[in-house]
Structure formats: structure tokens, C-alpha cells
């Protein structure tokens, strides 16, 4: 009977301090402002402790400002399990926030979000069968990085925090490379969670238009097909549909090389952002995209309907999201082929009815030429041209496994954040694998997010008997995670680790020669080998500068000689066939 009292009496108690809790946030007290990242927190922090068994703030791992990564999960059974919360067959809608603090209307629109989860039977209703994984404040450095004019388009709020993050990276280029901590524990929070649904709340510059909200959903040709279908055929027209009915009706994200009245395209969401980071694990993304020049409280107010929009949709089509998603996962493990870049397609160019406002040009103040503005007194409603479609440029057939030397523990750390299973050799063993060899590519002249990035990569193939150690990694082909492997592992994949600069050091030729001194093993190699010599003077035939360079010429015999190191250029991630993937099994037990 005592510890009835005592229950009667704790339970009591938190009824209580919910009831006497204000749950006003800081927006609705002045709708253009936005906490700070420490407000934002406590808010948080004092709604975890009013409501213990529906919502719990979890920290998990660091970010570059020193501050742990915060996640808000609301369960309404009060398990906050991942593994129990999967057995039940629930889905998991996954929401980001301030990856650029400047854009905070994903802050307040979430603390009310949260809010109404918790106060409201009718959203708990909504989440039976959905747990919300929330990030309340992802770039926190860049949160405490406040002011007021680093958004100089933007319409409000009074004070804001700056793009990039505390080592002044873009958060939203970083989820391959993984440079920042807060890229780091992201991956590991993201696998550990899987969420079905992710949305990364933003706000848009660009061109004027109508709408308060555009939207940018994961660029369909890159999605697995059976998502795909469900996305463009079900879910997506929900969305529009419901975003409608709450009087803020939105349109494709106004990507245009110009103005609107020109067309505009979809985005092509490459891994390095949030929405082709999560493609990469078959979860179909969203970045709602608020306008800049929209009042403040009207883009916070339809970023909080989009989230409930998006949960209203997720409720009545729960049992096609868990269908799409098995399926896909059951094929991803099976796919044989992967694509790995894209061009927009330009034979397959739609129409979109757009609300826009007419571009004039009239004379600037500033430079005395003409200036482009949008007229807002001439607004219009008509068809203009959207591609929407990517076709892949580059596609590669998976290998059984490709094996990595354990010196590669950078490459090591990011396949086991995301969730790929690793294998270790037990031995050392002489293995024949296919490699790369790197030829031609393009590589950016100024740094990208610290960066030297590669593309266009050329390659040729090997066959070779290499040795590896005990200890070295192997990593399947048979995993859910198959894409995110392929897509970072294969060099011509757009944000590759090779493109992203994690192999430049096999680009550099480390063994050379002294001219005087070669020139006789030169001369004497090419007379016991025609072949080469006739290719040399092919070469010196083709190519008047190569014909005038001596050094040059000595090096392309060089390349052709035993003394040339074979390490150079050569990509050292091996891939295995079947047959010998499955011979290492037998040996090494895995």
C-alpha cells in the first residue's frame, strides 16, 4: 500500500508540473525571432521531464563546438529502443534541424511540433504506428555563431545564427566525407535509426515567386525504383494535396538557371547533401525549402504543417511504406548493378503550373546597368518547362567483395558508422583481386569544403596477385547497405572517398630516376623490347610537345620498366569475384 501511495504520488506530481509548465515557445511570443541553441535545449529538456514516458533526449557522440549531439525520439508507448520499436514494425520519421542556423525555421516550427505531439490526442492518434527522431539544433557551432546580417536576402528573424558549422564547414556537403564530429555522429544516429522518411528543414534563396514553401524531394531517377514509384505515384501527391488544404500550397524547388519563365530543374541530390545521403539507405528525403523573403512567421508556420502533414500521410499510408521499403532492401541485396553519376536528361522535359511574379530589368542605382527584379504587383499563374528527370552516366557491376588494408581506418570508421558489416583476415595470404588502375580525371582548381574534389575519372583494370595481412578488411556485397558501399568505394562515383581526395596519396609518384643515370637502361631496355620502342616513337610522332621533352620521353620507358613502382596510381581497395570471395570464406570462417 505504501508504494501505491508513493506511485499515486510521483505520477501525481508530473501531471502537475505538466500542467503548470508554459509551453509557449519563443516564436509564439515574437513571431520573428528564433531561440538560441541553448534555449532551444531547455525547452526540450524541461518537455522530457513534464513527459518521461512519451519523449526522451538522448545524447549521442560530439560535435566540433564540444557539445553532444542532442536527439529528441517521441514514442508514444514510451520505448525508446530502437531495436524493440523495430520489432513492432513501427516506422521511423526522421526530422533535421539548423544544418544551416540561419535557416531556423525547422527550429520553432519543431519545438511546436513536439509540443502538439505530447498535448494533442488527435496528433497521438496520427503516431501509433511512427516514432519522430528529431534533431532540434544539428549545426550548433554555427547556432552560437549569432547575428543579423550574415542572411543578407533574408526576411526576418531579428537575429540568426551563420552557415557553417564551428570549423566553418557546410554541414549539408559534409555527410560522405565526413570531416566535422557532427558528420560523424550523425552517420552512426542515422544507421542506428533507419528512418523510412527523412526531412531536413531549410530555407531558399534564389528567385521571387508566390509561394511560401518549395520543396525538393529525392531526385526519383537516383532512388531506388520501387521508392521511386511509391514517391511520385502516392506520397508525394499527398503532400501537395494536404499542404493545400492548409492554405500553404507548394511547388518543385525553383532550381533556374535563370528565372522561372525559363523552366526550372530538379535538383540533382548528390550523397555529399542530406536527401542523397539518405537515398544511399532507401529512405525517401525531403528538404522543405521556406522563402527568404517571406515574413518570417508565415515560413515557421508552414514548415510546422509540412511535419504534420508529412506524419498525417505517413499514418494512412503505413502499410505501403513498410511494403516499399522491404522490397526494396530485399533488392538492394540482390542488385547487380549500380549507377554511380548522372546528367539531366533533356529529352524529358514536363510543364509544371507556377505561381510566379514577372521579371522586368529596370537600371541600377548601384552600377547604372539594368538589374533584374520581380514585380509583385504582375503576379501570373501559367505552365512553365520542369526537368525533372536524370539519366546515369556511369554505372558498375558490384564485385562479391572488395578486401581493404587496415591501414585504411579512415575508410574503416565511416563504412561502420553507416552500418556495413566488416570481415577481418585472420592470416596473411597471397589474394588475386581486380584493381584500378587511375588514369585521366578533372580535379577543382580552388578547395570545396577543404577539399581538391575529382571527377571524370578514367580507369583501367588489373588482374593481380597481391598480398594482404591479417587484419586487413572484407567487405560483402550482401547488405542492405549495398549502395552506400558501391557509391563510396567505386573512384567515378560522384562523391566517392576517392573523389574526395581519401586516396591522393597513391597519385604521387614516390620512386623516381636521374636522367644521366637511366639514359643507358634506357636505351638498352628498349633494344631487348621493340614493342615498347615503336609505341615511344608513335608517341614522339603524335605529339610535338611530348617529342620535344626529353624527361617526358625517359619516363613514359620508365613506366614501361620493372623499376617503375606498381603502387603508383593504383587504387588499393581490391575486388573479389565470387569464386574467390568464396574460397577466403572457407579459409578465414566468415
Aim: hydrophobic fraction near 35%.
Amino acid at each position: 500500500m505504501k508504494y501505491i501511495t508513493i506511485l499515486i504520488f510521483v505520477l501525481l506530481h508530473f501531471t502537475i508540473s505538466a500542467q503548470q509548465m508554459d509551453y509557449t515557445t519563443s516564436f509564439e511570443k515574437d513571431p520573428n525571432s528564433t531561440p538560441t541553441y541553448q534555449e532551444t535545449i531547455k525547452y526540450y529538456e524541461n518537455l522530457a521531464k513534464a513527459f518521461p514516458n512519451k519523449m526522451q533526449l538522448i545524447s549521442k557522440g560530439n560535435t566540433d563546438a564540444g557539445y553532444p549531439l542532442l536527439t529528441v525520439v517521441i514514442d508514444m508507448e514510451g520505448d525508446f529502443d530502437t531495436k524493440k520499436i523495430r520489432a513492432k514494425n513501427k516506422q521511423v520519421l526522421f526530422v533535421n534541424n539548423a544544418i544551416h542556423p540561419g535557416e531556423s525555421c525547422g527550429v520553432d516550427a519543431s519545438m511546436m511540433l513536439i509540443k502538439n505531439c505530447l498535448l494533442q490526442k488527435e496528433m497521438q492518434k496520427k503516431l501509433k504506428n511512427t516514432v519522430i527522431v528529431l534533431i532540434p539544433f544539428y549545426n550548433i557551432g554555427g547556432g552560437l555563431n549569432r547575428g543579423s546580417h550574415s542572411r543578407a536576402n533574408q526576411n526576418g528573424p531579428h537575429e540568426h545564427g551563420f552557415r557553417g558549422n564551428a570549423r566553418n564547414f557546410d554541414l549539408n556537403r559534409d555527410f560522405i566525407k565526413c570531416d566535422t564530429k557532427n558528420a560523424q555522429t550523425f552517420n552512426q544516429i542515422y544507421s542506428q535509426w533507419r528512418p523510412e522518411i527523412f526531412v531536413d528543414n531549410h530555407t531558399s534563396n534564389g528567385a521571387d515567386y508566390q509561394y511560401t514553401m518549395t520543396l525538393i524531394a529525392t531526385q526519383s531517377d537516383k532512388l531506388h525504383p520501387t521508392l521511386a514509384g511509391y514517391m511520385n505515384d502516392h506520397l508525394l501527391p499527398a503532400l501537395y494535396k494536404g499542404m493545400k488544404a492548409k492554405d500553404w500550397e507548394i511547388t518543385p524547388y525553383v532550381y533556374a538557371r535563370d528565372t522561372p519563365d525559363g523552366g526550372i530543374s530538379a535538383f540533382l541530390d548528390l550523397p555529399r547533401y542530406s536527401s542523397g545521403y539518405a537515398a544511399l539507405h532507401n529512405a525517401i528525403s525531403f528538404m522543405p525549402e521556406t522563402h527568404m523573403l517571406k515574413p518570417y512567421k508565415g515560413r515557421v508556420e508552414s514548415t510546422l504543417a509540412f511535419m504534420e502533414t508529412m506524419i498525417q500521410t505517413m499514418n494512412q499510408q503505413y502499410e505501403t511504406i513498410q511494403r516499399v521499403r522491404k522490397s526494396a532492401d530485399a533488392q538492394t541485396i540482390n542488385q547487380t548493378s549500380f549507377d554511380l553519376n548522372w546528367t539531366m536528361d533533356s529529352e524529358k522535359v514536363d510543364s509544371v503550373l507556377f505561381k510566379g511574379y514577372e521579371a522586368k530589368y529596370k537600371t541600377s542605382e548601384v552600377t547604372g546597368l539594368q538589374r533584374l527584379y520581380y514585380d509583385r504587383d504582375a503576379p501570373y499563374e501559367k505552365k512553365i518547362a520542369y526537368a525533372g528527370n536524370y539519366k546515369a552516366t556511369v554505372s558498375v557491376d558490384k564485385p562479391a567483395a572488395y578486401i581493404i588494408p587496415k591501414a585504411y581506418t579512415d575508410i574503416i570508421d565511416r563504412l561502420r558508422w553507416n552500418g556495413v558489416k566488416v570481415y577481418r583476415l585472420s592470416y596473411d595470404k597471397e589474394i588475386e583481386v581486380e584493381m584500378y588502375r587511375i588514369g585521366e580525371m578533372d580535379s577543382r582548381k580552388q578547395p570545396y569544403e577543404g577539399h581538391y574534389l575529382h571527377s571524370n575519372v578514367q580507369l583501367t583494370k588489373e588482374t593481380v596477385k597481391w598480398n594482404y595481412y591479417e587484419g586487413d578488411y572484407i567487405i560483402q556485397l550482401n547488405q542492405v547497405a549495398n549502395r552506400y558501399i558501391m557509391e563510396t568505394l567505386e573512384p567515378q562515383g560522384a562523391d566517392s572517398f576517392f573523389a574526395w581526395n581519401f586516396f591522393d596519396s597513391i597519385l604521387m609518384q614516390k620512386e623516381h630516376f636521374s636522367p644521366y643515370v637511366f639514359e643507358d637502361l634506357a636505351a638498352d631496355f628498349l633494344r631487348k623490347n621493340p614493342a615498347i620502342k615503336e609505341k615511344l616513337e608513335e608517341k614522339r610522332k603524335n605529339d610535338p610537345e611530348f617529342a620535344k621533352n626529353a624527361y617526358a620521353q625517359l619516363q613514359f620507358v620508365y613506366e614501361h620498366t620493372s623499376h617503375y613502382e606498381p603502387t603508383h596510381r593504383l587504387y588499393p581497395i581490391g575486388r573479389l569475384t565470387k569464386s574467390e570471395l568464396q574460397s577466403l570464406a572457407e579459409s578465414y570462417g566468415f
